[in-house]
Nanobody, 114 residues
Framework: VQLQASGGGLVQAGGSLRLSCAAR????????MGWYRQAPGNRRELIAD???????YYVSSVKGRFTISRDNAEKTVYLHMNSLKPSDTAVYYC?????????WGQGTQVTVSS
């Protein structure tokens, strides 16, 4: 069962987006969940994660600008992104933490223009 991210798009620097990841037909929402991103030429990296008890972690480059949250009733994980920068341009994915290869979906493209 793949996890499908949605909500990406083209936004100007300083703008905001909200990404969603639905896992309605899987039990994985009860795992620690994370948002990952991969910029062109770079490795995919974990940028935010949330435990089942709502403890959160952020990589330094997004801390204070991005917020991860989860709705266990809806089996959905969100990433609220504010003050977006061109360096945030990447394909964004959700997965468990640690990740599972079989769960990678196509991701959602976020492009931030300067």
């Amino acid at each position: 069962v793949q996890l499908q991210a949605s909500g990406g798009g083209l936004v100007q620097a300083g703008g905001s987006l909200r990404l969603s990841c639905a896992a309605r037909r899987s039990p994985f929402i009860f795992y620690n969940m994370g948002w990952y991103r991969q910029a062109p030429g770079n490795r995919r990296e974990l940028i935010a994660d949330i435990t089942n008890s709502n403890d959160t972690y952020y990589v330094s480059s997004v801390k204070g600008r991005f917020t991860i949250s989860r709705d266990n009733a809806e089996k959905t994980v969100y990433l609220h992104m504010n003050s977006l920068k061109p360096s945030d341009t990447a394909v964004y994915y959700c997965n468990t933490v640690p990740s599972q290869d079989r769960l990678w979906g196509q991701g959602t493209q976020v492009t931030v223009s300067s």
